[in-house]
Nanobody, 124 residues
Framework: QVQLVESGGGLVQAGGSLKLSCAAS????????MGWFRQAPGKEREFVAA????????AYADSVKGRFTISRDNAKNAVYLVMNSLKPEDTAVYYC?????????????????WGQGTQVTVSS
């Protein structure tokens, strides 16, 4: 069992930056790959970024590539999402999730555990 808690969301102006954190507790965090998804009002949850258990492999949605960076610190049981050059269309609830095999990371059904989400609002 892995428990995930996101933090770091808030209100920011377009062009600004935020750093989201996801704190994990439970067994063997380092054995899980991690990902970030987001869900805007009236839309389906969509993939944002993922990182393998070692941190060697990362993947990003095209919409955030070059602006967002995912990282992890296994010693602290944490994964991060640094978001730069934020746009109003980045407004959503952001969720972190944990999964095992490094495949289909862009599909939410791949994930075994989810956090409760943190709201990010980007004003124009």
């Amino acid at each position: 069992q892995v428990q995930l808690v996101e933090s770091g969301g808030g209100l920011v102006q377009a062009g600004g930056s935020l750093k989201l954190s996801c704190a994990a507790s439970g067994r063997a965090f380092a054995s899980y790959a991690m990902g970030w998804f987001r869900q805007a009002p009236g839309k389906e949850r969509e993939f944002v970024a993922a990182i393998s258990w070692s941190g060697v492999n990362t993947a990003y949605a095209d919409s955030v590539k070059g602006r967002f960076t995912i990282s992890r610190d296994n010693a602290k049981n944490a994964v991060y999402l640094v978001m730069n050059s934020l746009k109003p269309e980045d407004t959503a609830v952001y969720y972190c999730g944990a999964f095992t095999a490094w495949q289909n990371y862009y599909r939410d059904y791949t994930y075994n555990y989810w956090g409760q989400g943190t709201q990010v609002t980007v004003s124009s």
